[in-house]
């Protein structure tokens, strides 16, 4: 049995792996979101959270809608919350 094949492939194994860990791509807001959007939207929620609840930052954004992520101290679930037609909070969902 040839010892070099279980060295070039441990090899490409890491190569693989160290590529997926460093060109993972980002969890960040999409650029047309304004971030303080994503706290506003957790301040509505607050006292529907437990104490305690942390945010967890924007998860995504759709036409009309805001979603964030909120750890509430079991694990991290998400939020929603309307958005005007010109991008402003309209109020949760």
Do not use: W
């Not at 960040?28 to 942390?54: I, K, M, T, Y």
């Amino acid at each position: 049995m040839n010892k070099t094949l279980p060295l070039a492939l441990g090899a490409l194994i890491v190569a693989a792996i160290a590529y997926l860990i460093l060109f993972q791509p980002s969890e960040q807001a999409p650029p047309a979101v304004d971030p303080q959007l994503g706290r506003a939207c957790f301040e509505q929620h607050r006292a529907d959270l437990p104490p305690g609840s942390q945010y967890e930052g924007i998860a995504g954004a759709e036409a009309n809608v805001l979603t964030i992520k909120v750890m509430d101290g079991v694990g991290v679930v998400a939020r929603t919350c309307e958005l005007t037609p010109d991008g402003r909070l309209a109020g949760t969902k």
